[in-house]
Nanobody, 123 residues
Framework: VQLQASGGGLVQAGASLRLSCSAS????????MGWFRQAPGKEREYVAA????????NYAESAKGRFTISRDRAKNTVSLQMNSLKPEDTAVYYC?????????????????WGHGTLVTVSS
């Protein structure tokens, strides 16, 4: 499975961005998916996850109320709508396919990763 994330860019604080991630084939249609991010000098951290059919979502505290994860199984994509962006949201954002049908906040529970898309939020 190859994952391609897109939608990153340079925005000012308070702006919105929508990240998208497409998979090369439908092997992830029955798997949970997630978004993670990694800022310079920091470990990769969990942002949000969604289960196989999109009915269950989960967010890191930092993302709650501002970010929304969604998926389109027919198109084999997962998206992350990010609103009210803050400078501390600056990072490379990665999408990933979970090993199971449910998403997880643990990096270890994901076995396919995209290359990431850079989000830079200026103050």
């Amino acid at each position: 499975v190859q994952l391609q994330a897109s939608g990153g860019g340079l925005v000012q604080a308070g702006a919105s961005l929508r990240l998208s991630c497409s998979a090369s084939r439908r092997t992830n249609s029955n798997n949970g998916m997630g978004w993670f991010r990694q800022a310079p000098g920091k470990e990769r951290e969990y942002v949000a996850a969604i289960n196989w059919n999109g009915a269950i979502t989960n967010y890191a505290e930092s993302a709650k109320g501002r970010f929304t994860i969604s998926r389109d199984r027919a198109k084999n994509t997962v998206s992350l709508q990010m609103n009210s962006l803050k400078p501390e949201d600056t990072a490379v954002y990665y999408c990933a396919v979970a090993r199971s049908a449910v998403g997880s906040s643990s990096v270890r529970e994901y076995n396919y990763w995209g290359h990431g898309t850079l989000v830079t939020v200026s103050s």
